[in-house]
């Protein structure tokens, strides 16, 4: 973009010098102009649609907590930098689904622009690229979109990469106050922060040694040069230097060679922040070493980054220091277990002492840099750290649980190993969705790392040291693939502006449009055609051919233009072959599957059912006049009282209570139960004066079967995760596992198959609660009735068979067909009572959730007992799986137990089938019949609330019925 200047007569005024301007517009500036359209509206459209995911109900009701002044910081739950931006939105903008992401939004679209700052490091081309992949991620787009924090820690994560660049380049003192202020908003969102700010440090304390190995080689060889080329010239009497003799004794004296620097570096590297914190006390060793007077710039960046950093590792103190040593008593001073009361004086004291000797490190260390520069940073980030900790100074307990809470109960965590993932997760994850910059990242090696520059090398170290990070981290989620996927877009963009100045006789732009688009669209028909044609034999040979003919046709395109010209065309060709796909999958987890976790990066997400059920509840209210003083009970086992909390925060009359101790007194309109609960509601129902509808069923949370957990296991072990199975990298029987599994069990060909389409073509996993509403209330429509309509009696169908239940609303339960297997449309209802069930026939059903006994009459084997727990028969005993019973059952064996889900006799194998019923609606549902499904032993649940993986049930076999 450029710009003209206009005179004016009498033009003095900045308003009319402003409008004097006429901007000519540029290719560049509409390019960025359209990605930041696209990039807009891919994170602001149809934002509300999903269901709020588990975690998102909870930062978006401490978000809307805030504003009614009941919000308090806790480290389980990060923040509190977002919750306060979220709440300024909610103040603004009002509270629902669509603007509890905004926010989200805002730093999203805000992160693609920050490339911008680094334009002369990337290039015109490279910041173009940084620009575009950052803006179509599908990584970056789907935690766009999503309210949690790792969206807001990479948007200051890049603001720091920025600054640190800036100074080092400039050495203007805005860019450290700006890196202050990154660093801030950084540990302020997410505890994960200090793991970049780790890397950072890392690589400036590597940076300033070899900044110091380079100036003391450098002066070394200056000196050497000196005293050798007058001992030359006294030695054959010259009095005038000549180039000759010049030249030799530079090549004689030069101690600045490669190997020689990387030595010192290395042998400098331990004690460079050492160097960096007491540089004003170390003449002797700057004069010895000839580091010169002024410390090196990432002296600079390092100073002001550690001494911010070190109060914040004050905590860390007590499991590596204090307790080790003996000095206090173990978890005295833990957060998780002391700190959340009232804080005895004795601790507060202790505390307030551990945190007065690192600040005064830190600020011994700042003071004696630079005393203005460090104080006026240090004091305001300070001041602002302290001040969203306390909620604006009204709870002081922030005191605690910002400086000392969020490190010391992150640090105990890593035991817990939330998601319990493999090792592997982020080899997964990365290639899934990222594998556009990664392959550049790949391919681009040899520019950013051998032939790199200072920036490139950081770049690489920054990528690398998140993977080892995240890897060792004993958390693996997938929106920590946020901060994999921003320093891999950066790195593959400083690629493009390699491959882009390597060619440095291309033809004019005009002119090099059309090759560079041909190649593109060459090298994407090709790889789709590759990808989407069936599998076989000769379909392999044609794929092998097509390869060839593309390969071909990109080597004559580039052949003309000479070898420099190699690099930017097979640049070109990857974005063209890799870009389709790559949209196609972020268009599919972002917006194409919605509440539907086919994707990797959708974890765990509630159903958008629970988004029905709450307009339905808000029906009702309104309907029976009640408005936000409607009684509903929600069942808090398992953690489910989210995200209702968040649907329900304006009901003033709603009970959360554990189920599994007790139905809570009262009468409620609306009662929301876990499964596990049922029968307590259904007798709760019986006696209730509420006369209650047919219930419904919906998955309250469901996930993305994870069954490469199963596929990696190295047997005798059954699963491989963080916590379980003996299959990490440094066993060799796990390499053996993993050649074995592409060689002969079709890994490759699921993974493509994955890649392309993002099916894992497995149903998916899920934990169901149920509904009960009024039976006066008609839900399709959101009106009352004046009277229930009474439920039907048992009898007979056309074929004589005996029924129970039928259209029509049940009292306390729900009906269902007895024997029959049921159709689409029946309104179903569920519960018999104990009522003796008839002989055994092909196609016989048990009804879900009854108590029921049956004679095995017609199979020599047993049927499967459900609710069988410990080998005995019990009536509600919580089991959910399906288990065969003892083989020597023979005809006339009575067995008796407690549906939970229903089954239906199939005479081959003599056993019975789960039958996921349909729902009490007059709405078409869809049913499901499985051969098994099982259920693995419940370990337990997070801290915060979340099923852990191991303990979901996993479904498998599930096909619908139509």
């Given at each position: 973009m450029t710009a003209r200047q206009v005179a004016l007569p009498g033009d003095t005024g900045v308003v009319q010098r402003l409008l004097a301007r006429r901007i000519a517009l540029r290719w560049e500036f509409a390019a960025y102009a359209a990605i930041f359209g696209i990039a807009f509206g891919l994170r602001f459209f149809d934002l509300g649609t999903r269901a709020l995911h588990h975690d998102e109900s909870i930062h978006a009701q401490w978000s809307w907590s805030l504003l009614q002044g009941s919000y308090r910081h806790s480290p389980v739950f990060h923040g509190p930098f977002y919750y306060h931006i979220q709440g300024l939105v909610f103040f603004l903008f009002g509270a629902n689904d669509y603007t509890s992401r905004v926010s989200a939004a805002v730093f999203g679209s805000a992160l693609v622009a920050l490339p911008l700052l680094l334009r002369r490091k990337l290039g015109p081309a490279g910041t173009l690229a940084a620009v575009a992949f950052i803006a179509l991620s599908p990584t970056l787009v789907y935690y766009s979109r999503f309210f949690r924090e790792d969206i807001y820690m990479a948007f200051f994560t890049m603001l720091m990469v920025a600054a640190m660049w800036r100074y080092n380049e400039e050495g203007r003192d805005r860019w450290l106050y700006l890196l202050a202020a990154g660093f801030t908003g950084n540990v302020l969102t997410k505890e994960g922060a200090f793991l970049a700010i780790a890397v950072f440090l890392v690589y400036l304390d590597l940076h300033l040694a070899a900044q110091l190995a380079g100036r003391t080689l450098q002066n070394w060889s200056a000196r050497a040069y000196r005293r050798e080329l007058t001992a030359i010239m006294a030695t054959r009497g010259l009095e005038d230097g000549d180039p000759t003799l010049e030249a030799e004794g530079r090549k004689l004296t030069n101690l600045d060679v490669p190997w020689r620097r990387a030595a010192l570096t290395l042998g400098l590297a331990p004690f460079a922040w050492i160097v960096a914190a007491l540089w004003p006390f170390l003449g002797a060793l700057k004069d010895r070493f000839d580091w010169g007077e002024e410390v090196p710039r990432p002296g600079d960046l390092l100073i002001l980054l550690g001494t911010f950093t070190l109060p914040l590792l004050t905590p860390v103190s007590r499991a590596y220091i204090l307790e080790p040593f003996g000095i206090i008593e173990k978890d005295r001073l833990s957060w998780e277990l002391r700190l959340q009361g009232t804080i005895p004086r004795q601790d507060q004291v202790a505390i307030l002492g551990l945190f007065s000797v690192t600040t005064s490190i830190a600020a011994f260390a700042g003071l004696q840099w630079r005393p203005k520069l460090w104080s006026i940073a240090f004091f305001s980030c300070g001041l602002a750290y302290l001040t969203l900790m306390t909620s604006f100074w009204t709870n002081l307990n922030g005191l605690i649980s910002g400086p000392w809470g969020s490190l010391d109960y992150w640090q105990t965590q890593q035991h817990v190993s939330r998601g319990d993932q493999p090792w592997f997760y982020y080899y997964m994850l990365m290639p899934a969705y990222e594998f556009l910059p990664l392959a550049l990242c790949i391919g681009g090696a040899w520019w950013t790392v051998v032939r790199g520059t200072a920036f490139s090398r950081f770049l690489a170290f920054w990528l690398v040291g998140m993977f080892a990070a995240l890897a060792w981290g004993a958390e693996k989620m997938p929106w920590l693939n946020s901060h994999l996927a921003l320093p891999a877009c950066v790195l593959a963009a400083y690629s493009v502006q390699q491959a882009w100045e390597a060619w440095k006789d291309r033809p004019a732009f005009r002119k090099l449009v059309p090759t560079l688009f041909s190649v593109a669209m060459v090298s994407a028909g090709g790889l789709a055609v590759i990808a989407f044609m069936p599998s076989g034999a000769i379909y392999h040979l044609i794929r092998a051919a097509v390869a060839l003919g593309v390969v071909t046709s990109i080597w004559f395109a580039a052949a003309p233009s000479g070898r420099r010209a190699i690099g930017l065309i097979a640049v070109t060709a990857v974005i063209g072959a890799f870009a389709f796909f790559s949209v196609r999958s972020m268009v599919m987890a972002s917006f194409a599957r919605g509440d539907d976790p086919r994707d990797l990066l959708i974890y765990t997400q509630s159903s958008g059912e629970l988004a029905s059920i709450a307009r339905e509840i808000e029906a009702l209210a309104e309907a029976s006049g009640r408005g936000y003083d409607l009684p509903i009970a929600v069942d808090s086992t398992d953690s489910?009282?989210?995200?209702?909390?968040?649907?329900?925060?304006?009901?003033?009359?709603?009970?959360?209570?554990?189920?599994?101790?007790?139905?809570?007194?009262?009468?409620?309109?609306?009662?929301?139960?876990?499964?596990?609960?049922?029968?307590?509601?259904?007798?709760?129902?019986?006696?209730?004066?509420?006369?209650?509808?047919?219930?419904?069923?919906?998955?309250?949370?469901?996930?993305?079967?994870?069954?490469?957990?199963?596929?990696?296991?190295?047997?005798?072990?059954?699963?491989?995760?963080?916590?379980?199975?003996?299959?990490?990298?440094?066993?060799?029987?796990?390499?053996?596992?993993?050649?074995?599994?592409?060689?002969?069990?079709?890994?490759?060909?699921?993974?493509?198959?994955?890649?392309?389409?993002?099916?894992?073509?497995?149903?998916?996993?899920?934990?169901?609660?149920?509904?009960?509403?009024?039976?006066?209330?008609?839900?399709?429509?959101?009106?009352?009735?004046?009277?229930?309509?009474?439920?039907?009696?048992?009898?007979?169908?056309?074929?004589?068979?005996?029924?129970?239940?039928?259209?029509?609303?049940?009292?306390?339960?729900?009906?269902?067909?007895?024997?029959?297997?049921?159709?689409?449309?029946?309104?179903?209802?569920?519960?018999?009572?104990?009522?003796?069930?008839?002989?055994?026939?092909?196609?016989?059903?048990?009804?879900?959730?009854?108590?029921?006994?049956?004679?095995?009459?017609?199979?020599?084997?047993?049927?499967a007992a459900m609710g069988t727990c410990g080998g005995a028969h019990r009536s509600g005993c919580g089991c959910r799986h399906i288990r065969l019973a003892d083989p020597g059952l023979r005809q006339g064996t009575e067995v008796a137990g407690y549906v939970r889900h229903g089954a239906r006799y199939d005479q081959t194998g003599g056993t019975f089938r789960p039958l996921w019923a349909a729902r009490c609606r007059d709405r078409p549902r869809r049913q499901h019949l499985g051969d098994r499904h099982r259920k693995r032993p419940n370990p337990g649940l997070h801290a915060r609330g979340r099923v852990r993986q191991d303990s979901r049930i996993q479904r498998e076999g599930r096909r619908p019925v139509r």
């Open positions: 489910f009282a989210w995200p209702w909390a968040w649907y329900l925060r304006d009901f003033k009359a709603v009970s959360y209570v554990d189920f599994g101790s007790g139905m809570p007194t009262g009468e409620y309109q609306v009662i929301l139960v876990n499964e596990s609960n049922l029968f307590r509601v259904q007798d709760y129902a019986a006696s209730s004066p509420i006369a209650y509808g047919p219930y419904e069923q919906y998955p309250h949370r469901w996930w993305f079967d994870e069954y490469y957990k199963y596929a990696m296991a190295i047997p005798p072990e059954g699963i491989c995760t963080g916590l379980q199975g003996n299959c990490g990298p440094l066993r060799t029987e796990t390499w053996s596992h993993i050649w074995d599994g592409f060689a002969h069990q079709g890994w490759a060909t699921t993974w493509l198959e994955y890649w392309r389409d993002h099916d894992p073509r497995r149903a998916n996993g899920s934990v169901d609660a149920f509904a009960f509403f009024p039976a006066n209330f008609n839900r399709s429509t959101g009106k009352l009735s004046a009277t229930p309509i009474e439920p039907p009696k048992p009898g007979t169908d056309n074929d004589g068979r005996l029924t129970f239940g039928g259209a029509g609303s049940c009292q306390a339960s729900s009906s269902r067909r007895w024997m029959s297997r049921p159709t689409p449309r029946e309104p179903l209802c569920h519960r018999l009572g104990d009522q003796a069930a008839p002989e055994v026939r092909p196609g016989w059903e048990l009804p879900r959730f009854s108590r029921y006994s049956a004679r095995v009459d017609q199979c020599e084997r047993a049927i």
